[in-house]
Structure formats: C-alpha cells, structure tokens
C-alpha cells in the first residue's frame, strides 16, 4: 500500500495485541530480570482493551484510532509503559487529521510519538529504555521513506529489533532497571523489546 489508511491501522493494533499475547512470558521474563516482572501482563491486558474498544464501529481517520488506542493504554496501564506508549500513540494520533497517512505524513507522526514519550519519560538514548529502539526505528523509518510505507516501515522494524538487543549491555538510567544499577547490566530492556514487536506488527501491518 501507499498510504496507511485506517482497516490496515486497525490490523497494526490487532497484530500487536496478538504479539504481546504470543510473547507475554518473554517480555515479563525480561522484567522479572531487571524490574518487577510485569511487563508481558500490563501490555496484554492495555492492548486487549485496546481491541475491545476498536471492535465497533471503526474511527474515521488513522489519527482517530490511534489517540483512542493511546486513551486506551493511559487509562488501562499502571506501569510506566502504559503511559509511555499511550501518550506517544496520542501524540501520533493527534499528527494525523488526514483520513490516510503516507510515508511522509507517517514519520513526521512517529517523531511526534517519540517526542511525547521524551517529554514525558525524560529518557535520552543509551537509558536502556523504550528510546533505544524508538529512536533508531524513527531514523531508519526517515531514511527509506522515499522508497514507501513497506519499505519504510520493514526497515524501521529491522532497526528496533537491533536497538533492543544493543540495550543488553547498557545500564539502565530511567524507570525501575535504573535502581539495580550497574547490576541492570547484561539484560534486553523489556520496553525497548516491546517496542521492536511493536514496529514488527506495523511493518506487517502494511506489507504487500
Ligand atoms: P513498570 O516499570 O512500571 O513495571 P513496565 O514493566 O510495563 O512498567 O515497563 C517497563 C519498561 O518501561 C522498561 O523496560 C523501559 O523500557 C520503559 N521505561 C521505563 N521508564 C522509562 C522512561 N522514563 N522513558 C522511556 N521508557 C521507560
Ligand atoms: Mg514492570
Ligand atoms: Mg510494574
């Protein structure tokens, strides 16, 4: 496709609540490592609220359904994340008055979401959080723009896949990992894999 209308934005979010569900364990296996181990269980239950509150009558513009997902997730998730990701998908959302969004429209919304999400975590990159592969997915996202949304959005996946695992030698300045200090060492943040998965079902989302 050309452009992200909104029934392949509704499949992103399907795609993503089916990841988080296949991968629940892993991702609260990488918390249980260096945070509280909650991980997997709070995007599970952010993103099946975020598919039952889709289930009707979908929203008019892609910006529509991704500031009700980011609503979602505010209201539904007490860790960090939950507010993390619902403020960047809010900050997205609100980027995207047009009923469709090309590849342009795509990351200019995608840099507001990191945004949001730097205003609001204070992260920079090498925090080992959610930045590390936001931000190199955002970058590669840019740069292949030109060639279109799968190509862009495939090459942003591949780029916060690497993100993640570049966080396991890091140690961990922000959120919960940040209390065990250098001992944060030699782990995957959960967020910044979180965020690879995220990417992946977009890029899935828009393929072919
Ligand atoms: P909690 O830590 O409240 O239990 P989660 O386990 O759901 O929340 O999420 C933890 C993840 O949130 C971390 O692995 C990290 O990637 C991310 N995170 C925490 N604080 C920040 C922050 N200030 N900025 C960006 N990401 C953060
Ligand atoms: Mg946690
Ligand atoms: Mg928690």
């Known amino acids: 496709p050309t452009a992200l209308d909104v029934p392949r934005t509704l499949a992103w979010l399907a795609a993503v609540d089916a990841a988080v569900e296949r991968r629940e364990a892993e991702l609260t296996a990488l918390d249980a490592a260096i945070g509280d181990g909650d991980h997997g269980s709070n995007l599970r239950r952010g993103f099946t609220a975020v598919a039952a509150a889709l289930a009707g009558p979908p929203p008019e513009t892609v910006g529509a359904v991704l500031t009700k997902a980011g609503t979602v997730l505010i209201s539904k998730v007490g860790g960090a994340s939950g ?45 080992k959080t959610i930045v590390d592969a936001y931000a190199p997915a955002l970058d590669a996202f840019r740069q292949t723009a030109d060639r279109g949304l799968a190509e862009a959005a495939g090459a942003a996946a591949a780029a916060a896949e690497e993100g993640a695992r570049a966080t396991v030698p890091l140690q961990a300045r922000k959120g919960r990992a940040s209390y065990l200090g250098p001992r944060s060492i030699g782990h995957q943040d959960p967020g910044a894999t979180s965020t690879a998965l995220l990417f992946a079902a977009l890029a899935e989302a828009v393929r072919a």
């Not at 809010?90 to 919304?109: D, N, S, V």
């Open 83 to 127: 507010p993390l990701y619902g403020i960047a998908l809010r900050a997205m959302g609100a980027a995207l008055l047009t009923a469709t969004a090309g590849p342009a429209e795509l990351a200019a919304a995608l840099a507001a979401g990191l945004d949001a999400l730097r205003g609001l975590g204070g992260a920079q990159p090498g925090d």
